[in-house]
């Protein structure tokens, strides 16, 4: 399969710099995959290169070294933001600073930043929700094999710490399925109910992702079991397209994919910048939390698509002045209810998310261009440069000055380590 033509849509000037030409810098973001996952992920990484003025050439291509050779050549990046499942040296890359993320650890170069999916905090949230549901046995199922016999490293991942968190809480742990690829659909739907069957139950399944969990309830409602009386259920990506089609929706786990990109790129702006990135590189983003649907459905439904557009708004919006009673009314709910599912999913009130964003933008204009105080307040969102440096301290411990003097004086602050 050749490469995908480079989408390289930016402008050739950054829109707050009226009259001020601006060179820009391109970045090559290699992905295999066209879902939505990655658009999600696209999304905040030219977030982050809106800010840094960067152009993004997004490239899907296999991951094979004449391909991606072709895709660096064709872009001349000045770095490259890699989601890609094999391993390319120098030959391939050069002298490139490339950033990895979500993709299998084996693919990461020695002492590159890696930015992973949180799939231990990710089983924490599955295992909470499965034993409030009070279930006997728990099991996890895992996604297809390859035609090779694997299964996919962020599968393995996700098994191996929900595995530990039920022994933890002490449960039950029941032997886990996962599919064969050597088998047909139908073969296949009647080994995993002849599964589903052996559990004891009720049983918690955690579900590799969503397409998994759609087998899972189709496998169980064939066998005559009902869910979540006898099966709960949990997957993971907060994809509506699985979820809510079909009944009963199903639980998931809302990844936060664009929060990921975004660190990724920032993560890649350090290397360019020749900023130090903490520890080894290696790097966690958390999801959003738990999307409560009928699989679990001990609690009431919640409306959780409304959350998510909430956010999105937010990262598009939050640098434009934009206020919570706007945030609340795309929401179609009262204030009081819209704040207190709004924190409920996230963990932060709406007020802290803006902040957040307008924020995570600063501290990118205070390391990385000349903007005066006053001009970085507007761009993020201020009409008063008090107000703005005073609630940058209070998020940061530290004045806007200092932080831009200690980023001076150190080369760059540190990554966090989780997103």
């Not at 599919?179 to 918690?204: I, V, W």
């Not at 459905?297 to 434009?320: G, M, Q, T, Y």
């Amino acid at each position: 399969m050749k490469a995908d033509v480079p989408d390289t849509r930016s402008p050739c000037v950054r829109p707050r710099d009226r009259g001020v030409v601006v060179p820009e810098k391109t970045v090559l973001a290699l992905h295999e995959l066209n879902d939505r996952t990655w658009a999600r992920q696209q999304a905040g990484i030219r977030r982050y290169a809106d800010i840094r003025g960067w152009r993004v050439a997004a490239v899907r291509c296999d991951a094979v070294a004449e391909e991606v050779a072709a895709a660096v050549c064709a872009v001349r990046p000045v770095g490259i933001l890699s989601s890609l499942s094999c391993r390319f040296e120098a030959d391939v890359f050069g002298r490139l600073p490339v950033s990895y993320f979500d993709c299998p650890v084996s693919a990461v170069a020695k002492g590159a930043p890696y930015l992973r999916h949180d799939a231990e905090f990710t089983a924490h949230l599955v295992a909470r929700e499965l034993f409030s549901m009070k279930c006997v046995s728990y099991a996890f199922v895992a996604a297809p094999r390859s035609a090779a016999g694997e299964i996919p490293y962020w599968s393995r991942t996700r098994e191996r710490f929900f595995e530990k968190e039920v022994r933890r809480r002490g449960g039950t742990w029941a032997e886990s399925y996962s599919p064969s690829s050597s088998l047909g659909d139908a073969a296949q739907r009647r080994e995993l109910a002849a599964y589903l069957a052996a559990l004891p139950k009720p049983c918690g399944i955690f579900a590799a992702n969503d397409a998994v969990a759609v087998c899972v309830r189709q496998a169980a409602k064939r066998a005559g079991f009902r869910l979540p009386e006898d099966i709960a259920l949990v997957g993971v990506d907060n994809d509506v397209r699985h979820c809510l089609r079909g009944r009963p929706t199903i639980t998931s786990v809302a990844p936060d994919w664009e929060g990921g990109g975004y660190a990724a790129a920032a993560a890649l702006g350090a290397l360019i910048d020749g900023r130090p990135i903490v520890g080894n590189g290696h790097m966690t983003f958390r999801p959003f939390g738990l999307m409560r649907r009928e699989t679990t459905s001990h609690a009431a439904l919640r409306e959780d698509r409304r959350v998510l557009e909430a956010v999105a708004l937010i990262r598009a919006k939050a640098c434009n002045g934009l206020g919570v009673e706007r945030v609340v009314s795309t929401m179609r709910a009262s204030r009081r209810f819209s704040e207190k599912l709004f924190r409920e999913v996230t963990g932060s009130s709406i007020l802290e998310e803006i902040r957040r964003v307008r924020f995570d933008a600063a501290k990118v204009l205070l390391s990385s261009s000349a903007c005066t105080l006053p001009q970085i307040a507007r761009r993020v969102g201020y009409a008063s440069v008090p107000t703005f440096c005073r609630e940058f301290k209070k998020l940061t411990g530290h004045t806007p000055g200092v932080w831009r003097a200690q980023v001076g004086a150190t080369g760059g602050m540190k990554v966090a380590r989780t997103v």
